[in-house]
T-cell receptor, first 116, second 110 residues
Framework: GAVVSQHPSRVICKSGTSVKIECRSLDFQATTMFWYRQFPKQSLMLMATSNEGSKATYEQGVEKDKFLINHASLTLSTLTVTSAHPEDSSFYIC????????????FGPGTRLLVL | AQSVTQPDIHITVSEGASLELRCNYSYGATPYLFWYVQSPGQGLQLLLKYFSGDTLVQGIKGFEAEFKRSQSSFNLRKPSVHWSDAAEYFCAVGGGKLVFGAGTILRVKS
């Protein structure tokens, strides 16, 4: 149980285009999902907290107009990287909160984004 | 502010040897503490977590961790390492948002 999927697993796009990444909780409902970014050989950095039916909460330094988050249902959150640039290339990981307090997060397998 | 320090970037142990990965944290209240494992190109898998109660917690794959409040530590241990344990290990602290340490890469020698 408590499986989280991400799609796509990897994507290559041209600079200036937009890319959408989906995060789904497959066997549970998640009011809250989290989006993290991981640079090579570094730790995960929280980008934003996604709450179903409301606006996402972004961490300091994360551009909300560049990283659009939509949490339209209890099982799906999407991250859209708009006007992507090479510096946006990274590993993006989502998590879904099972219990509602943020303490029980189950992570997706991640999405590798490469912007050329 | 919350922070997590994993002092060891890399650790190499022989298969069958014991393992201890260090984690120190800074947190303003009683922390929720976690250890995750990440294989290359994969997401994170929860090994174990501490919320309250017994300070020695058991996790999956034979791992355990001990919460020591006086030392602000939550070290991960395993008595006998298997080659399949080679991965990167992250310690995290949080009560809502998770703050991760920089990770420790474990290599296992056969």
């Amino acid at each position: 149980g408590a499986v989280v999927s991400q799609h796509p697993s990897r994507v290559i796009c041209k600079s200036g285009t937009s890319v959408k990444i989906e995060c789904r909780s497959l066997d549970f409902q998640a009011t809250t999902m989290f989006w993290y970014r991981q640079f090579p050989k570094q730790s995960l950095m929280l980008m934003a907290t996604s709450n179903e039916g409301s606006k996402a909460t972004y961490e300091q330094g994360v551009e909300k107009d560049k990283f659009l988050i939509n949490h339209a249902s209890l099982t799906l959150s999407t991250l859209t990287v708009t006007s992507a640039h090479p510096e946006d290339s990274s590993f993006y990981i989502c998590s879904a909160d099972l219990a509602g307090g943020g303490e029980t997060q189950y992570f997706g397998p991640g999405t590798r984004l490469l912007v050329l | 502010a919350q922070s997590v320090t994993q002092p060891d970037i890399h650790i190499t142990v022989s298969e069958g040897a014991s393992l201890e990965l260090r984690c120190n944290y800074s947190y303003g209240a009683t922390p929720y503490l976690f250890w995750y494992v990440q294989s290359p190109g994969q997401g994170l898998q929860l090994l174990l977590k501490y919320f309250s109660g017994d300070t020695l917690v058991q996790g999956i794959k034979g791992f355990e961790a001990e919460f020591k409040r006086s030392q602000s530590s939550f070290n991960l241990r395993k008595p006998s390492v298997h080659w399949s344990d080679a991965a990167e290990y992250f310690c995290a602290v949080g009560g809502g948002k998770l703050v991760f340490g920089a990770g420790t890469i474990l290599r296992v020698k056969s």
